[in-house]
Protein backbone atom coordinates (compact mmCIF):
# COMPACT_ATOMS: atom_id res chain seq x y z
CA UNK A 1 0.00 0.00 0.00
CA UNK A 2 2.52 2.40 0.80
CA UNK A 3 5.55 3.45 -1.15
CA UNK A 4 9.07 4.10 0.31
CA UNK A 5 9.07 6.19 -2.46
CA UNK A 6 6.35 8.50 -2.64
CA UNK A 7 7.17 12.02 -1.48
CA UNK A 8 3.90 12.94 -0.15
CA UNK A 9 4.90 10.42 2.70
CA UNK A 10 8.56 12.20 3.36
CA UNK A 11 7.74 13.85 6.42
CA UNK A 12 6.61 10.95 8.11
CA UNK A 13 9.24 9.23 7.55
CA UNK A 14 11.71 11.44 8.44
CA UNK A 15 12.93 10.38 12.73
CA UNK A 16 13.89 14.41 12.95
CA UNK A 17 10.23 15.75 11.91
CA UNK A 18 7.49 16.25 14.13
CA UNK A 19 5.13 14.20 11.43
CA UNK A 20 7.26 11.11 12.11
CA UNK A 21 6.37 11.54 15.93
CA UNK A 22 2.73 11.48 15.18
CA UNK A 23 2.65 8.70 12.38
CA UNK A 24 5.84 6.45 11.53
CA UNK A 25 4.98 5.48 7.53
CA UNK A 26 9.05 4.45 7.45
CA UNK A 27 7.95 0.91 6.60
CA UNK A 28 4.45 -1.00 5.13
CA UNK A 29 4.70 -2.44 8.98
CA UNK A 30 5.14 0.72 10.56
CA UNK A 31 2.58 2.34 8.25
CA UNK A 32 0.30 -0.63 9.57
CA UNK A 33 0.44 -0.24 12.92
CA UNK A 34 0.23 3.34 12.99
CA UNK A 35 -2.61 3.71 10.69
CA UNK A 36 -5.11 0.69 11.11
CA UNK A 37 -4.01 -0.84 14.84
CA UNK A 38 -4.97 2.16 17.01
CA UNK A 39 -8.69 2.85 17.94
CA UNK A 40 -8.38 6.20 19.36
CA UNK A 41 -10.15 9.16 17.62
CA UNK A 42 -8.96 11.96 15.93
CA UNK A 43 -10.37 15.63 15.70
CA UNK A 44 -13.14 14.31 13.62
CA UNK A 45 -14.40 11.71 16.08
CA UNK A 46 -13.18 8.69 14.10
CA UNK A 47 -10.27 6.51 14.37
CA UNK A 48 -7.06 6.76 11.96
CA UNK A 49 -8.56 3.61 9.72
CA UNK A 50 -11.95 2.09 9.87
CA UNK A 51 -11.51 -0.90 7.68
CA UNK A 52 -14.22 -1.15 5.17
CA UNK A 53 -15.48 2.15 5.72
CA UNK A 54 -13.08 4.87 4.10
CA UNK A 55 -16.05 7.50 4.66
CA UNK A 56 -15.44 7.42 8.44
CA UNK A 57 -11.96 7.40 8.26
CA UNK A 58 -9.87 10.06 9.46
CA UNK A 59 -7.28 9.27 6.97
CA UNK A 60 -9.43 9.58 4.44
CA UNK A 61 -10.56 13.22 5.90
CA UNK A 62 -7.68 14.58 6.64
CA UNK A 63 -6.46 13.69 2.41
CA UNK A 64 -9.22 15.27 1.53
CA UNK A 65 -9.45 19.38 0.52
CA UNK A 66 -12.09 21.80 0.10
CA UNK A 67 -12.65 23.85 -3.21
CA UNK A 68 -10.33 26.10 -1.40
CA UNK A 69 -7.77 23.52 -0.98
CA UNK A 70 -7.94 23.84 3.09
CA UNK A 71 -9.06 21.34 5.38
CA UNK A 72 -12.60 19.85 5.29
CA UNK A 73 -14.49 21.21 7.69
CA UNK A 74 -13.99 19.69 11.20
CA UNK A 75 -10.65 18.19 10.35
CA UNK A 76 -8.09 20.15 12.41
CA UNK A 77 -4.78 20.85 11.51
CA UNK A 78 -3.84 21.24 7.83
CA UNK A 79 -5.18 18.74 4.89
CA UNK A 80 -2.25 16.24 3.49
CA UNK A 81 -0.15 16.41 2.06
CA UNK A 82 0.74 19.80 2.89
CA UNK A 83 2.34 20.97 -0.53
CA UNK A 84 -0.23 19.33 -2.39
CA UNK A 85 -3.13 17.02 -2.91
CA UNK A 86 -2.89 13.21 -3.40
CA UNK A 87 -3.20 12.48 -7.70
CA UNK A 88 -6.55 10.92 -7.72
CA UNK A 89 -5.46 7.04 -8.83
CA UNK A 90 -3.18 7.64 -5.01
CA UNK A 91 -5.81 8.64 -3.03
CA UNK A 92 -8.62 5.95 -5.00
CA UNK A 93 -5.99 3.60 -3.52
CA UNK A 94 -5.85 4.11 -0.40
CA UNK A 95 -9.71 4.25 -0.17
CA UNK A 96 -10.21 1.18 -2.15
CA UNK A 97 -7.49 -0.62 0.40
CA UNK A 98 -9.97 0.61 3.30
CA UNK A 99 -13.06 -0.65 1.63
CA UNK A 100 -10.97 -4.40 1.27
CA UNK A 101 -10.76 -4.01 4.56
CA UNK A 102 -7.03 -2.31 5.44
CA UNK A 103 -5.09 -5.69 5.51
CA UNK A 104 -1.57 -5.14 5.71
Not at 46 to 51: K, L, S
Request: proline share 12%; with cysteine; glycine share 6%.
Amino acid sequence: MFSSNNPACSCHRDPDDLAYERLDLSSPQDAFAGLVLPTRRQSTGFPMVVPRRPSESFLVQVLLRDDDGQALHGVRGDPMPPDAPLLYPEMLAIVRWIEGGALP
